[in-house]
């Protein structure tokens, strides 16, 4: 853009990190590379112990746009340091970047002229390009546009359409939509994006992929891998909330019942792995007391709990269920990744 930095629109690019110094540099470099000026990278670290703060500092001193934080509250998590970042940033529009991912040269840029071309947008959807070490190294994106609605996309388990970095916010609009939800140990930024469309945040998706989402590597373990009781708990909490969202913008209507009903059938499927079928059977009643299934269904998912574990009945169960439920309680895993390279529409 040939303007001077006085009157362009500053972008804050707010970046959680925990003990991911060398990805981070990568993170932090892709930003130094925009060939848009007027930018801000607030880094919120969330208690590393390796070399993120002194680095990040060093770094600091050299370029002033980008600073790095300690986090401040006593709760750990991304969605914290995001709301910490937030809080201190100064821009126009807000960019939320995980500390292993990596921005296009052009992606500043590219954003703010279609949210300056749109100003009625609260948020505008970029595609998200894959990669294993270096961004453009696969032709794969996160996933496809397709005509289904995106707040539907969103309930599907297999066809979550855009990921964190992939949004462009306004900051009065991020006013509307509120913070990161803090208590959630898992889901973070898929509560936060179906909040917004339930919220009714006007947003536009664009053509053109302009940012990287890091493929994780078999020898390197993410942020919260692992489920525990912990996790588990904590996304039953999340889908009563979403639940009682969707009832209170009376949103519901069949298929979504239907596709809330098969998150709860796989969170209980989450307790019969962790043994506590007990609790897989608690859940099911729940969701049945919601009224998203049939008492018919009921009585089948609790069947299917209690054969799942058994080497002899596990495998008739889940073919019973595959055949009664295959186009409203199992959902086809339609997430797919187009092979479109970078800068071609798609």
Same mark, same amino acid.
């Given at each position: 853009m040939e303007h001077r930095d006085q009157i362009l629109p500053k972008v804050s690019i707010v970046i959680p990190t925990k003990n991911r110094c060398s990805?981070?540099?990568? #993170?932090? !470099?892709?930003?130094?590379?925009? %060939?848009?000026? &007027?930018? $801000?990278a607030i880094i919120i670290d969330d208690d590393s112990t390796?070399? #993120?703060?002194?680095?990040?500092? %060093?770094?600091?001193?050299?370029?002033? @746009?980008? !600073?790095? +934080?300690?986090?401040?509250?006593? =709760?750990?998590?991304?969605?914290?340091?995001?709301? $910490?970042?937030?809080?201190?940033? %100064?821009?126009?529009y807000v960019i939320f970047l995980d500390s292993d991912d990596c921005l296009a040269p052009f992606c500043l840029e590219n954003r703010v002229r279609a949210m300056q071309t749109y100003p009625s947008l609260d948020f505008g959807i970029f595609p998200c390009q894959l990669f294993r070490n270096q961004p453009?190294? #696969?032709?794969? +994106?996160? &996933?496809?546009? %397709?005509?289904?609605?995106?707040?539907? @996309?969103f309930l599907h388990l297999h066809d979550v359409p855009w990921q964190t970095t992939s949004p462009i916010w306004r900051r009065q609009s991020l006013g509307r939509l509120g913070p990161w939800d803090e208590s959630l140990l898992r889901w973070q930024d898929w509560e936060f994006h179906f909040r917004a469309l339930i919220k009714g945040l006007k947003y536009k998706r664009f053509a053109e992929p302009d940012c990287f989402w890091r493929m994780n590597a078999p020898d390197r373990k993410t942020i919260g891998s692992r489920w525990t009781v912990e996790h588990v708990h904590c996304i039953e909490q999340l889908l009563s909330k979403v639940y009682f969202m969707l009832l209170q913008?009376?949103? /519901?209507?069949?298929? =979504? @019942?239907? +596709? +809330?009903?098969? *998150?709860? /059938?796989?969170?209980?499927k989450r307790w019969v792995? *962790?043994?506590? =079928? !007990? $609790?897989a059977a608690r859940l099911w009643t729940i969701c049945w007391g919601k009224k998203l299934i049939e008492k018919i269904e009921y009585w089948e998912g609790l069947f299917y709990f209690q054969m799942w574990a058994s080497p002899l009945t596990g495998g008739m169960a889940k073919l019973y269920l595959k055949i009664r439920w295959s186009k409203k309680l199992l959902p086809k895993k339609s997430i797919t990744f187009k092979n479109t390279p970078l800068g071609q529409k798609s």
């Amino acid at each position: 853009m040939e303007h001077r930095d006085q009157i362009l629109p500053k972008v804050s690019i707010v970046i959680p990190t925990k003990n991911r110094c060398s990805l981070l540099w990568e #993170t932090v !470099k892709s930003i130094s590379s925009q %060939t848009y000026s &007027n930018w $801000e990278a607030i880094i919120i670290d969330d208690d590393s112990t390796d070399e #993120t703060i002194e680095q990040m500092s %060093t770094l600091s001193k050299e370029e002033p @746009r980008i !600073k790095v +934080l300690p986090r401040s509250s006593n =709760r750990p998590g991304a969605p914290v340091c995001r709301n $910490e970042g937030l809080a201190v940033s %100064t821009g126009d529009y807000v960019i939320f970047l995980d500390s292993d991912d990596c921005l296009a040269p052009f992606c500043l840029e590219n954003r703010v002229r279609a949210m300056q071309t749109y100003p009625s947008l609260d948020f505008g959807i970029f595609p998200c390009q894959l990669f294993r070490n270096q961004p453009g190294d #696969t032709a794969l +994106l996160w &996933n496809s546009e %397709t005509l289904d609605n995106d707040l539907d @996309r969103f309930l599907h388990l297999h066809d979550v359409p855009w990921q964190t970095t992939s949004p462009i916010w306004r900051r009065q609009s991020l006013g509307r939509l509120g913070p990161w939800d803090e208590s959630l140990l898992r889901w973070q930024d898929w509560e936060f994006h179906f909040r917004a469309l339930i919220k009714g945040l006007k947003y536009k998706r664009f053509a053109e992929p302009d940012c990287f989402w890091r493929m994780n590597a078999p020898d390197r373990k993410t942020i919260g891998s692992r489920w525990t009781v912990e996790h588990v708990h904590c996304i039953e909490q999340l889908l009563s909330k979403v639940y009682f969202m969707l009832l209170q913008e009376q949103m /519901f209507n069949k298929r =979504r @019942r239907y +596709l +809330l009903a098969s *998150l709860y /059938f796989w969170i209980a499927k989450r307790w019969v792995s *962790l043994g506590e =079928r !007990k $609790e897989a059977a608690r859940l099911w009643t729940i969701c049945w007391g919601k009224k998203l299934i049939e008492k018919i269904e009921y009585w089948e998912g609790l069947f299917y709990f209690q054969m799942w574990a058994s080497p002899l009945t596990g495998g008739m169960a889940k073919l019973y269920l595959k055949i009664r439920w295959s186009k409203k309680l199992l959902p086809k895993k339609s997430i797919t990744f187009k092979n479109t390279p970078l800068g071609q529409k798609s």
